[in-house]
């Protein structure tokens, strides 16, 4: 039967119809669906868990692969840096059942603090590449990665954009394949890598390149559309859907499905047909350099750029000069980014810390949002767990002098997935840093998964709960404390008296996000327009609910969940329930 | 011939439900569709996109400026954002509810005046509706996207208005079935 599935989901029905039978994963957008989706089937057929962070979600796949299952990890580009450590050895070690790592890059960055290319991946750890263009392909490519995997010995990367994991297109569903689980037989070279066993593998890892390349001249992946045009276009994933859609019968095409290892004579051969050929690759020039190293002549990042996507109108205009006419709004149009919700617990952590004027390190989550205007109350954001190892840096760098006025804020599952081992760092190296864990139950950024802290599995059912305070201060923190972060004199009072202890701490801002469907809402605050003076205290907490409205201040009746947080800065009493 | 619909709002409107209705239509009509969204980060109340085409063949999911046959707008202000991707000939549906963005809340920037006068002066063939009181009268705010689709499955035709029924049938779920179905119906008495 035929069905509309996001990319994301046409990677789970893939990984289901191959047999796969263990899935771990952190989550990270563009990629977070493909786990959940796999989490719909049968759990005795298809195990799927969050992981704590990619490193360990790797390993875990590297240890069920190893076992003699087909296993599986996803994860968003950054989350492969985390995972890149198993990653380069598995390279080595290979497999016992198949094993395939999804990485979703985000170009554009809808949702990402870079645009890193994951293909380098793939070509550091020498291991094979797929990339689809579309649903379709998402599923036809996850199944013949597992056959790559274990035909070759080696960990396979199924490379995904935001536009082919979050687009739907067409899907034909199979009857699932019953994988039998392989033997486990110990294997001391193969499996455990010193020095002198890793040495011997190299030199297969280098084989299985040549054999792979040898492979990728000939493979189905890999597919050439000759419509007797002198152009050429050499592509791949979404970017051969832009192309077609731009040039059509206008281009001859080679369409890599493998981006690595890149074939060499199916690409001279290509070229040897067309007057002019164009590389068009989002991001990097990974094929561009490719073709130039092996003596083709190319047209590419000249001519395009490494920022960002490419759309159809890109590709048109560089190759056939066109553009479409349109017609804009005759006035500048507010921007509308994104928000803290209304009700969002995080929201009064933010403003007492930029009430304070405190420096604040910042993390990865919905909470960096608190980095907007109006709280605009971070200095920093680099990457999962930087906030407190980076609060941990600065402290040290300005050699005190910044212990009493800065603090990193980190969400729960951000601090299991990589703050603790900063957290340990300023316990060990005595940097009298404070740390606030904004804990709301969940992962929230990536559409609510359930984590390591908040006592439940991927599944909704009861798990291990990491107790936050006992950890903190296992490590070696004494000062450990909750505050509700929409009690503001309370966060006010906590935030001043860590300041001013000259000992590390933790607070914990405990209260979970305000879109749970378990957090029962107040009904909706109104404004009493005779007691509103128009001050605007109200409005620097920066709800979306609160705005101006012809007179006076008004309050969104479909949007204000009853929180609270405003009246507490209403000095009139006017906001009323 | 392929057609190009877009459906824009503000992040937590529920323009993926009505994107996923839709998408439900086209494909049990029998006709290639891609449908392109945006998650995470931009939904938090950011200003949110949905691109659906459909047709023989379709190869790009992404629609750009110029290239819409129609878009419906959730919201007042992004009707103006979004007006530059109709193509020549190409229709607005617009919600009239306004939404303020945080540079309006702070002050930073107004609201624009007289959008919808200015949107049909620049020769953009414009309906305006005021789903939010439709959806309201079925029962939940939350409905103003199924009452968009009734606007527009009323609007165009082409397909007919049991499959949209079904597709709305299958698409929310069954608790607040009963309220999408009214908010359905309302959707299409607007226009």
Known sequence: MSKLMLGNQAVARGLYEAGVSVISSYPGTPSTEITEFASKYPSDKIYCEWAPNEKVACETAVGASISGARSFCAMKHVGLNVAADPLFTASYTGVNGGMVIAVADDPGMHSSQNEQDSRHYAIGAKVPCLEPSDSKECKDFTLTAYDISEKFDTPVILRLTTRVSHSQSEVEELEPTEYALKDYNKDIAKYVMTPANAIKKHVLVEQRTAALTEYAESCALNVVEDTGSDIGVITSGICYQYAKEALGDKANYLKLGMVNPLPVKLIKDFAAKCKTVYVIEELDDVIETHCRSIGVDVVGKEKFTYLGEYFQSTIKKVILGETDSFKEFPEPIPVRPPVLCAGCPHRGIFYILKKLGVTVSGDIGCYTLGSAAPLSAMDTTVCMGASVSGLHGFNKGRRGEYEGKAVAVIGDSTFIHSGVTGLINIAYNRSNSTVIILDNSITGMTGHQNNPANGKNIYGDPAAAVDLEALARAVGINSVRVVDPNDLAAVEQAVKEELAKPEPSVIIARRPCALLKTVKHKPPFKINADKCKNCKSCMRIGCPAICWGEKHVTIDQTLCVGCGLCTQLCKFGAIEE | ?191
């Open chain 2, 1 to 191: 011939m392929n057609k190009a619909i877009m459906i824009v709002g503000v992040g937590g409107q529920g323009t993926l439900l009505a994107s996923r209705i839709l998408g439900n239509v086209l494909i049990s009509s029998g006709k290639q569709v891609k449908v392109s969204e945006v998650h995470g980060m931009s939904q938090r109340g950011g200003s949110v996109v949905t691109y659906i085409k459909y047709g023989d063949e379709v190869y790009s999911p992404v629609i750009e400026k110029g290239q819409a046959d129609i878009i419906i707008s959730f919201e007042l202000l992004e009707a103006a954002r979004w007006m530059s991707y109709l193509k020549e000939g190409g229709e607005l549906i617009t919600n009239t509810q306004r939404i303020s963005p945080m540079p309006v809340i702070t002050g930073a920037q107004s609201y624009p005046e007289n959008i919808e006068d200015k949107i049909r002066a620049a020769g953009v063939k414009l309906t305006a509706v005021d789903a939010l009181a439709a959806a309201e009268k079925a029962g939940s705010s939350r409905s103003v996207n199924v009452v968009l689709m009734g606007v527009l499955s009323k609007l165009h035709n082409d397909f007919d208005k049991e499959l949209w029924e079904k597709a709305v049938e299958q698409c929310v779920p069954t608790k607040v079935l009963e309220i999408n179905q009214k908010a359905f119906a309302l959707g299409r008495e607007l226009v």
